[in-house]
């Protein structure tokens, strides 16, 4: 039985999880530039609706931009201070 170490498993971990996502990234690349050649020669367009609760997934993201910056703020002030 082979004993494996923590630093291995974690490196293994990130780099799977690395390369699953470059891999995700460049599909989603790959096809925002299929979109873009074909909104191009799109004879007619037109923007889609809101999605439902939007105004709370801007509240969300407004409260969450907002606690990111109170704990940045708090961090990087007490090292200074």
Do not use: C
Request: glycine share 12%.
């Amino acid at each position: 039985m082979t004993l494996v170490s923590v630093d291995q498993i974690i490196t293994t971990t990130f780099l799977l999880l690395g390369t699953g996502f470059l891999v995700a990234n460049g599909w989603l690349g790959f096809e925002y530039a299929k979109y873009l050649r074909r909104r191009r020669n799109a004879l007619l367009t037109w923007r889609g609706p809101k999605p439902p609760y939007y105004g709370l997934q801007l509240a969300i993201g407004v409260a969450l931009g907002l606690i990111l910056f109170y704990n940045v703020y708090n961090l990087y002030g007490s090292i200074t201070a």
